[in-house]
């Protein structure tokens, strides 16, 4: 019980220096900002990593959003969590990025001229379900992402991939037959 009460009370203290962070941000603090860089860079690059599934996009993807950030943090009003919004503004980033890209085709074959070693390198960082997350088709890999990782709901990733929403839960469950496959 008095483990609960501290949990929640280093809980509570977070949230209270997130909301003096996010004001004084919005006021131009660098340091304050740089407190937020802190607290969610780990969570942002994770995700542009896993939608993306390449090491050097998901860097300068995780470097625009913050860019994005630094320009936008005046625009949030508090109607959501701080978290929420930013998941949702990165993943608006994340999603631009992929449409200014090649197409899905051309990027299998850029992947496949990679050199082994750097590929290599680059998943002995990930964890085994992210292995497998980085194998599955672009598509597949978006919506499983944002679905299973995200919490975003079908109509609502079939409105950012501008697909039906039917198409979202069938790529979902393509990317979890799939990963049930490669675990085994």
């Not at 483990?3 to 919005?26: H, R, V």
């Not at 913050?66 to 919004?85: A, N, P, R």
């Not at 994340?94 to 200014?100: E, I, P, S």
């Not at 501008?162 to 979902?172: F, H, L, P, R």
Request: with cysteine.
């Amino acid at each position: 019980m008095d483990t609960e009460k501290i949990i929640n009370a280093e809980e509570l203290f977070s949230q209270d220096k997130e909301a003096e962070w996010i004001l004084a941000a919005k006021e131009g603090d660098q340091k304050a900002f740089h407190q937020i860089y802190i607290r969610y860079h780990r969570r942002m690059y994770a995700l542009c990593w896993r939608m993306l599934a390449d090491k050097s996009s998901a860097e300068d993807v995780c470097q625009e959003i913050f860019v994005q950030l630094w320009l936008k943090i005046s625009s949030f009003c508090g109607d959501s969590q701080f978290s929420t919004w930013l998941h949702s503004v990165a993943t608006n980033i994340v999603l631009g990025y992929l449409r200014k890209q090649k197409n899905w085709l051309q990027k299998v074959f850029s992947i496949e001229e990679q050199g082994v070693h750097e590929i290599t390198v680059e998943m002995a960082e990930l964890s085994e379900l992210d292995k497998h997350i980085m194998r599955l088709p672009e598509r597949a890999r978006l919506v499983f992402v944002l679905f299973a990782v995200e919490g975003y709901r079908h109509e609502e990733i079939s409105t950012m991939l501008g697909m039906a929403v039917g198409s979202s839960k069938s790529q979902y469950h393509r990317a979890r037959s799939l990963l049930r496959e490669w675990m085994d």
